[in-house]
């Protein structure tokens, strides 16, 4: 929901966004794994993380990545990966890209939590998005948040094999977010 904020803020205008970042290669692993578990064939049609027949690829592909001045030339390529983990890795370059776009035009009532952050101290980060979002504090919340850190299983964290030019975008990005 990146790329609509603007269509989100006519419809509500109260709204408050929360943007959830991760590291990109955790985030390559764990899309990877999930389409892997979850992705199924229903009547010949594969539906999985990139959405219906891939649905949610094309659309990414046909709107996000065209905005991208380094990438743009190389759309078709880059359209055409069907690895899970290099279609990942674009997606979470795009996604980067587009929330640090947000952040810096000071879009209202965004409010970005780091995975890594939420591990390490889940009581600091949950009290900030119940706060931004104007909801009193819930001990089980944050009992339920803790079971399901606990349970969730951290992804490798091993390179994945990338086309150029998105293994330069997406190295480069990867180390401005761990900066």
């Not at 109260?14 to 990109?24: I, K, N, P, S, T």
């Not at 892997?36 to 891939?54: A, E, L, M």
């Not at 983990?85 to 035009?105: S, V, Y």
């Not at 009992?143 to 990338?162: F, S």
Request: net charge positive.
């Amino acid at each position: 929901m990146l790329f609509r904020v603007p269509f989100l803020r006519a419809l509500f205008p109260d709204a408050v966004f929360l943007g959830a970042e991760r590291d990109g290669l955790a985030t390559a692993h764990s899309v990877a794994r999930w389409s892997q578990r979850f992705g199924r064939t229903v009547r010949g049609v594969r539906h999985h993380w990139w959405g219906v027949d891939g649905r949610k690829w094309r659309a990414l592909c046909a709107e996000a990545l065209p905005r991208e001045p380094d990438l743009a030339p190389h759309r078709a390529e880059l359209a055409a990966l069907a690895d899970d983990h290099a279609r990942a890795a674009l997606e979470w370059l795009l996604n980067r890209r587009q929330l640090e776009r947000l952040r810096t035009a000071r879009t209202p009532s965004l409010h970005v939590v780091r995975l890594e952050d939420f591990r390490r101290e889940p009581e600091v980060v949950l009290a900030g998005v119940l706060a931004a979002c104007g909801l009193a504090a819930d001990p089980e919340l944050l009992v339920q948040a803790r079971a399901t850190l606990a349970l969730a299983e951290r992804q490798p964290a091993g390179l994945i094999p990338l086309p150029e030019p998105l293994a330069t975008a997406f190295a480069a990005e990867l180390e401005r977010y761990r900066g």
